[in-house]
């Protein structure tokens, strides 16, 4: 049978120009504004009663090696980066170790609190403005308690073993300190000998770990990294509930983590196919983290399978034969619905377990060491699917370890992974589902259909949505959630909605040449159909439905990529960009103009706040009436009050999503028919960091810019590529098809 696979017409373009840069000049001091003056002399007595409170109990309070943690809590109005209390903190004996909750955790010794109440008792003019921020001090212990009562139910979520053990994640306290770090990890072989452990996934890197459970008795924990580094993590199988809070209040431990294993979120309608599909020789391969392949309608399909992670006994084989089947044929088994043709062969890694198995617990670790060897073994599948999500919803603040690690392997082999929102049972919270909470991933969202022609609709209401930790933008995308699938079943969730992006994830890798993830997300993340950019927590962007090609461009379109390795205290700025003349009427931009842009972040994990770095984009136009460049989409200097920004402007968020459709009336005069594109970097939390990680650390990040007459008839994509000549070039691979003769 032919190879129905497109041929390019209008290849996306890549940018081959390079950017100007400009070294960015420190702006002046901090100043006590008259909201914070307003509030000093309150914040200042309260502090210093605090502080000599904490005194007064030192003796009595958990502490390692007479260093104790302490959380700072700041106003709701100073969670801005520039509120870092250096000043204040910068006495002996007293460092910032974590951002946390809205503040700071604080490691103190007996005379660094009597440092710090001096400090403030008298202060300097920057320590005035510290101590304008500080809403409470308390020991780290009790906000952990309290905040361990008000989320206890998530212990019953915790797996349990044959042995009614409960299996918990915990991350060990962030001290700075050699000697506080070495107390903690005496203290934790003691405490916990009769306890069962699985080594941290560190011990075990080159070999694959066993799941045979090992008394923590005896064993020498190795829990910090050499010098002022990320905690590590440690699996523990624990008798009692209880000994959680047991830990929390020991000071021993930051934060912990029920350990539950990734499990299928089953509840188009169309007929049976009526035979094998197309010949799949040269599809595509899309590794599907599931319960396995054990059907044998698509077996000609399958490119290759690992070594299990889970027996058959234990697998989830049921969904993933369902998942399996959708990666391959996805749009004849819902024939009913437009879904792109877009076949793909499978590489089956069976990992996703039943929910009635009580057996070790396939853990985070387990699962991404798996991965590790696997994508290292099969180069060519770029593309990874797991419809597969916990059974409770994603931390407010924190992000949960799989998703920590799966975006680290993915970024190491430079693959893509899909991950499905996850599925909530009514009165649960409508919030994503770990490993959802992965800022590498899509993240896919299910989607209704509506109206004639089973057009794409509202949210699926089974369908987790809303944000991640720390307002993390997932969903990314959303698209049909219900399917018939393998077995004649007519199942609804977000895992039905995932395969859909995979494969289209999938070809995209194959139609671009020097593929990288990132691209290819924007790439698909610029063909979503929800208008303006807007982000919506329920369908994420919408679905990759606005170009039926990502990799393509209809002719009144052009889409144009790049990428950089950019540095903090530096600006870039990709000038003369055409505006192709189509789009200019009476002298006005007129048409739709979208920037994506998508950075591969700095993350930190000895607190909340997870990513340490951010990308500020923007477009700028000269107008008639100015020599200068002014703002089109984007800021420069943006005002807006932090925790709004946060929410509204992505900020501190990977992915910028920017657009504005220009009319006669509302675009403005162009002075020159071209633009410009500048970004530049910022870094929070500095003190995690050494000064010359923070000057030297290149950060890549992509950009997708789109230019769209409204005219459907325009030729704007060749006028684009005449106006820039040299500067681009096609970033399409040609794809010859082939003719079947066969009648």
Known sequence: ?????????????????????????????????????????????????????????????????????????????????????????????????????????IELTEQGLRNLRGRIDNPTKQAQ?????????????????????????????AYRDAENRIWVRFTVAPYISTDSQNAVCSYLEDVLRDAWILPPAEETLDQPRSRDLVPAQGRTLTLYDAGRSQPKTL?????????????????????WEPITTPRSVSPGAGREPEELPYDLDRAPIIGVIDGGYHANSYLNAVAWQSDKLVTDDEADRRHGNMLAAMIVDATRWSNSLPIPDLPCRLGIV???????????????????????????????TRVWNL????????????????????????????????????????????????????????????????????????????????????????PDLSWFSTHRVLGGATVRGSSFAAPLVSRLAAHCFEHVSNP????????????????????DEHLGYGSPVLINEPWNCPPNMVIMAWSEAMRAQQSYYWTDIAV??????????????????????????????????????????????????????????????????????????????????????????????RLEVGARLFWRHRFLFEDATIRERAHEATFVLTLESSDSEDDTYNQFRFMMGTEIEEMGISIETEVDNEE
Not at 350 to 370: F, G, K, M
Not at 407 to 429: D, F, M, T, W
Not at 644 to 656: F, H
Request: proline letters at 7%.
């Open 235 to 255: 699996v523990l199988g624990l008798s009692r509930t209880d000994r959680i809070s047991e830990l929390l209040l020991s000071g021993s431990i930051g934060r």
């Open 580 to 673: 192709p003349p189509s789009m200019i009427k009476n002298g006005r931009l007129v048409g739709r103009v979208r920037l994506i842009a998508i950075l591969e972040p700095t993350v930190e994990r000895a607190g909340d706040e997870y990513f340490s770095i951010r990308i500020q984009t923007n477009v700028r136009h000269l107008p008639q009436d100015k020599e200068k460049w002014t703002g089109l989409l984007g800021t420069e200097k943006p005002t807006t009050y932090e925790h709004k920004a946060r929410k509204e402007e992505q900020k501190w968020q990977p992915v910028q999503f920017l657009e504005k459709q220009f009319t006669e009336t509302n675009g403005p005069f162009l002075k020159e028919n």
């Open 387 to 474: 419809s597969a999500n916990t059974p409770f919803a994603a931390h407010e603040f924190e992000v949960s370890e799989m998703p920590h690690l799966l975006a680290g392997v993915c970024r190491k082999h430079q693959n893509l992974i899909v991950i499905s929102s996850g599925n909530r049972e009514p009165g649960s919270p409508d919030i994503i589902s770990p490993p959802a909470d992965c800022d590498a991933a899509l993240v896919v969202a299910g989607r209704s259909t509506t109206g004639l022609f089973e057009a794409l609709g509202g949210k699926c209401d089974i369908s987790r949505t809303a944000f991640g930790p720390e307002l993390m933008f997932k």
């Open 350 to 380: 069976q990992a996703v377990q039943r929910d009635d198995i009580l057996v070790t617990p396939v853990t985070a670790e387990d699962l991404v060491l798996h991965l590790d060897k696997v994508m290292a073994d099969q180069p060519e």
């Open 129 to 157: 403005i510290d101590i304008s921020n500080i809403l409470n001090i308390e020991p780290f212990t009790s906000a952990l308690q309290r905040e361990y009562e008000r989320h206890s139910d998530l212990a019953s979520q």
């Open 516 to 535: 990288t993830p990132d691209l290819v997300r924007g790439l698909i993340l610029n063909a979503a159909d929800l208008p303006k950019g807007k982000y």
């Open 1 to 105: 049978m032919a190879d129905n696979r497109p041929v390019f017409n209008n290849p996306a373009l890549r940018l081959t120009k390079s950017p100007s840069e400009q070294k960015i000049r420190a702006t002046g001091g901090r100043k006590l504004e008259k909201q914070r003056a307003e509030r000093y002399e309150t914040c200042r007595r309260r502090a210093y009663e605090r502080v000599s409170r904490l005194l007064d109990q030192f003796s009595t309070l958990p502490r390692f090696s007479e260093r104790m943690l302490v959380w700072m809590q700041f106003y709701h109005d100073s969670a801005a980066p520039s509120h870092t209390p250096n000043e204040l903190c910068g006495v002996s004996g007293c460092q910032i170790t974590a951002p946390w909750r809205g503040g700071y955790v």
